[in-house]
């Protein structure tokens, strides 16, 4: 493994057939590989221990390209840290699904004619969906009684597994405030 710092934030990382071998990825399968994310990891906290850096802690882009000498390629961009901080209002809390920007918009005027639309995140999926992000709530929030609305017109979603998915597949419609602002359309 060869290892360039190109900048602050980003590494060029040489791999030879035999590094390949060793973290187990193979360059012709790499976009169906579901575990491969795991072993760039692997690969990225070796290369943060050659160069020094932290990189491979953060939010990454790896671009990957094949060499002719049977080895690959990486380059490792971080991306910026100011993205996840987008979703920060949400972080701990509810996440819900609807098939339609029409529903969405809806349950928003539902939650704000409760009270409640300070501290939420709407996303619009690459698969046409929207997600709208709340946040943990207390036992006296006005929510409960519009909880109803959100399961009438949305889908309740694993949180964690919507905060991956959003990460890597969703455009931030409002990152703070969604409810209070969507419910003026």
Sequence with gaps: MEVILIDDGKLKIMLTEEDLREFAIDCDDAESDADLRRRFK??????????????GTSRVMVQ?????DGGCELFVTRLSEALPSEKRSA????????????????????????????????????????????????????LPLA???LDEYGTRCNDEKTRTYISEHAHTICAD?????LSKF
Excluded at 43 to 53: M, N, S
Excluded at 64 to 68: I, T, Y
Excluded at 105 to 110: F, H, K, N, P, T
Aim: hydrophobic fraction near 40%; charged fraction near 20%.
């Design 64 to 68: 990957l390209f094949q060499s002719r």
């Design 177 to 181: 405030g969604a409810a209070e602002i």
């Design 91 to 142: 972080e701990c809390g509810s996440a819900y699904v609807f098939e339609s920007l029409g529903a969405l918009v809806a349950v928003c005027r539902l939650l704000c004619a409760r009270g409640y639309g300070k501290h939420s995140s709407a996303f619009s999926t690459d698969g046409g969906e929207y997600v709208l992000m709340l946040p943990e709530l207390s036992s006296g929030s006005p």
């Design 147 to 149: 909880a109803a609305c």
């Design 42 to 55: 692997d690969v990225l906290r070796r290369a943060d221990d050659i160069c020094g850096t932290s990189i």
